[in-house]
């Protein structure tokens, strides 16, 4: 069995690479930057440099596929809203190319989609979100991962391709770059051992959802794998967590106070947001397994070998 992961280099794609290697697939990453050291990623088969929309590229290069993990985008929701139209250019139209494209394939792979758990449902109506949660989303970014959502369903009815949509908390843990846009526990955790201040906007009591990258990994492993009725999943940590709290957890770590700098709270950040993940533990068998405290201490560990810039 062969996987090929659209942005297997990056954070998410190496601990879905990790996960899916040990499930015995043979894995080849597709993505605009190749490892650089491929001792970093000794469960690669092999690795491609291309666009994710490119098949003809990396399909017959890798061999093709049974299952293609799609990770890659090239916005966040920052991005996005700045610049709508070109996040629609490169990942609604682009995965619109990359479906059309695997359409032609006579062996069709089952097409694992990474949407945002965090971005498609809008403000929440009730807490913690279900997958039958209305989605209103309130930014560029989760108006292009619900249109690919629904662009899935109709390939699939028309066409045949399988799939499963994993709308994904907030992932974190090792090979996280801090210095990015996105990833606040590796932000805060990167800033907090080198004695610079954190960022935080209100009064830090804004819950999220987290989950351990190395849980959704073994999350896409169960959805290669899943025959059921059911398309779409949530994947997250189980369970919410403030910003204060991740200070204070970050504080207990390092057996020191973590510096904050306090900015008037954005009105888009929505109270609370987290994810009802009953659905994939009842059909996927999966659960996270790695506690968040203990979450937090592995990406310190592995931050602590990563200069600040």
Known sequence: MRCVILGG?????RHVGQAMAAAGYGVWSVDRTLVESTHDVPWLA???QAEFV????????????DVVVHLASSTVPATANADPVVDVQTNLIGNLQLLQALRSKTNKPRLLFASSGGAVYGRPQSVPLSESHPTVPMGAYGVTKM??????????????LSYRVLRLSNPYGEWQRPQGVQGV????????????????WGDGSVVRDF????DVGQAFVAAA????????????GGAGHSVNHIVWTLEQ????????????????????????????RDELAWKPTIAFEEGVARSLKWLRTVPYE
Do not use: K, M
């Open 9 to 13: 280099s990056g954070f998410l794609g």
């Open 46 to 48: 092999g690795q491609v």
């Open 54 to 65: 490119d098949v003809q590229a990396w399909w017959e290069h890798c061999g093709g596929a």
């Open 147 to 160: 249109a690919v959502e629904h662009h899935l369903r109709i390939e699939e009815a028309t066409h045949g």
């Open 185 to 200: 526990i590796a932000v805060f955790a990167h800033r907090a051992l080198h004695g610079v201040p954190v960022d935080v």
């Open 211 to 214: 989950v351990y990258a190395a």
């Open 225 to 236: 794998h899943h025959d059921g009725a059911s398309r779409i999943f949530n994947i997250g």
């Open 253 to 280: 770590l390092l057996g020191r106070a973590v510096e904050r700098r306090v900015h008037a709270a954005r009105p888009f950040d929505p109270p609370v947001n987290v994810l009802d993940i009953q659905r994939a």
